[in-house]
């Protein structure tokens, strides 16, 4: 079918979107040289508004050329779940109690590793926390990594180091999920419907990523030896006072989220009940990550919208390609679309080979660290570390730059590893 003039007008709105995407750290640095509208250009420079705002402009136009009610019954149609349980699971991984879980966590593995301690602290937090992405889900690990290293490493860093670091945690978060069929967006979206148990991902996908992730974590550790030996590490968890009953009781919730992540009545609920535990006992919070949550969750939703309205030319583009090229197209497209709705697409096309179905899986989650949009945990990652960049944004090109080699070592791994 040809496509109608709806969705051409859909498609360029997406386009801005993705250009005003690419575009957040200019318009920081016009908040700090034109005051007069500081306020404006403030809040088009915040990347989480961004698809949310185009979104709303694209339900307006809709409204005009097609009327109210099927615009509406459009947005009825969309799902929100992941937007959902994004926020939920990010607030409860922020928690001063499961915070202190990990970060005791962690700081075990570096004792037993024989680096300086920064250099350890600074492996361990992108090698083994985005596996962890495999069991808590990915936006769980991203928001953990992120806060142990926003004062440790981001905070200190020079820039060429925090873009690196930036770069190998999105990528290493993409295919660190990919041990078991439940924790990965992009993996949820076909696990049923190509029947990817837990025993093809780790047989055929997961010990790949996973040596993947760990060829990236010691790379960028030994590339920037000498700046991490130069920052110190203080041995003692930033996170601490919280008794092991209240942290036992916010690693059940953070379960209980996990579990229910298809079920939005039931995970929100939880949730609700988590927000209630937490006002009940605030001497074991600290302030709790509800604005970083709603905004990356108007991200997402923002998101959803607009890209459901794209399917007209991303189903036949991919359709095109042989199983390289899908890989490669993959890799190319989840950059400017979120990696879940490639594989979404996918999961609908009946016939299609298994070296197809795993070249469009594998080369969706590789290129999930290469832009903010590019994964569905990116955004909460960005959200919690931004401000530890030049202007409070982080620039576009820095974020590709420090995901390339990254990117490059998780395309041999998934290409040259046998099937």
């Known amino acids: 079918m040809s496509p109608t003039l709806l969705q051409f007008v859909a498609a360029a709105i997406f386009a801005l979107a993705l250009l005003h995407t690419f575009s957040t750290k200019y318009f920081e640095y016009l908040a700090h040289t034109r005051p007069t509208h500081a306020g404006v250009w403030h809040l088009l420079a915040e990347v989480e508004i961004v698809f949310g705002f185009w979104a709303m402009i694209l339900m307006v136009v809709m409204s005009f050329m097609v009327g109210q009610g099927e615009a509406l019954a459009y947005l009825d149609s969309r799902n929100f779940t992941e937007p959902l349980f994004v926020f939920a699971i990010m607030v409860v991984a922020g928690s001063r109690p499961v915070l202190q879980a990990a970060s005791v966590a962690v700081q075990a593995i570096v004792r037993v590793i024989p680096l300086p301690r920064t250099m350890a602290f600074f492996f361990t937090t992108l090698a083994v926390v985005p596996l962890l992405g495999s069991f808590i889900t990915e936006p769980a690990a991203m928001t953990l990594a992120a806060l142990l290293m926003k004062d440790t490493i981001f905070a200190r860093a020079s820039t060429p180091l925090k873009y690196a670091a930036l770069g190998t945690l999105f990528v290493n978060i993409s295919i660190g999920g990919t041990l078991t069929p439940y924790a990965a967006p992009p993996v949820l979206m076909v696990a049923k419907a190509w029947g990817f148990d837990l025993s093809y991902m780790l047989t055929h996908v997961g010990w790949k990523a996973a040596v993947a992730v760990l060829i990236n974590a010691v790379g960028v550790t030994f590339l920037f030896a000498r700046e991490l030996r130069g920052l110190e590490h203080s041995s003692k968890s930033p996170y601490s006072g919280v008794p092991l009953s209240m942290v036992a ?35 074991y919070q600290d302030r709790l990550m509800l604005r970083e949550g709603l905004l990356v969750a108007f991200f997402l939703g923002g998101l959803v919208v607009l890209g459901g309205m794209q399917q007209w030319w991303l189903q036949p583009l991919l359709l095109m390609m042989d199983e390289t090229q899908v890989f490669f197209g993959a890799v190319a497209l989840t950059a400017i679309t979120d990696n879940a709705a490639l594989t979404y697409l996918g999961s609908l096309v009946e016939g299609l080979t298994p070296e197809f179905k795993y070249a469009l899986l594998t080369g969706a989650v590789t290129g999930g660290g290469l832009t903010l949009i590019a994964n569905a945990p990116n955004p909460a990652g960005a959200s919690i570390l931004k401000g530890t960049f030049e202007h409070g944004a982080i620039a576009a090109h820095g974020l590709l730059a420090g995901a390339l080699g990254p990117t490059l070592i998780a395309i041999l791994c998934f290409r040259l590893f046998p099937l």
């Open 249 to 283: 009781g916010h690693l059940l919730f953070l379960l209980a989220i996990v579990l229910f992540a298809h079920h939005p009545a039931a995970f929100i609920a939880v949730f609700l009940l988590f927000m209630g535990v937490a006002t009940a006992y605030p001497a």
